[in-house]
C-alpha cells in the first residue's frame, strides 16, 4: 500500500572501545532523529537499532551513510517486518480459522 512505513531492525556489530564499552558508539547512534530505539544485545551482534522509515531505500541510505561510517563499527545486517501478527500484546489479525484437529485457546 501506498504511504505505509517500513520497520527496520539493524543489528550492528562494534568493536568496544578501551574504557568505555560500547556506550561511546550507542551514544553515536541513539542520537540519529530516525533511530526510535536502540538495545545492547547478547549473542551474535553486539546493538540493536529500531527506526520506522518510508522505504527500504531509505534504511539502506541510513545504514550506509550514517552507521557504517561510525568508527568502530565493523558490520551491520537490516531486517525488514514484513507482516506484524502481534505487537504491544495486541493481536493485529482477525482470528485464526479453526482447522479440524487444530485447538486454538
Not at 536502540?38 to 551513510?65: K, P
Request: net charge negative.
Amino acid at each position: 500500500m501506498a504511504g505505509e512505513k517500513v520497520n527496520a531492525l539493524i543489528e550492528v556489530k562494534i568493536s568496544p572501545q578501551f574504557g568505555e564499552g560500547y556506550d561511546r558508539i550507542a551514544q553515536r547512534i541513539y542520537q540519529y532523529d530516525e533511530v526510535e530505539s536502540l538495545f545492547l544485545m547478547t549473542g551474535s551482534y553486539d546493538l540493536l537499532v529500531t527506526m520506522t522509515v518510508n522505504s527500504m531505500q531509505e534504511a539502506a541510505v541510513f545504514v550506509y551513510e550514517k552507521l557504517a561510517a561510525i568508527e568502530g563499527v565493523t558490520s551491520t545486517a537490516t531486517r525488514f517486518i514484513m507482516k506484524k501478527y502481534k505487537e504491544n500484546n495486541k493481536v493485529l489479525v482477525d482470528k485464526p480459522v479453526q482447522e479440524k484437529g487444530e485447538i486454538f485457546i
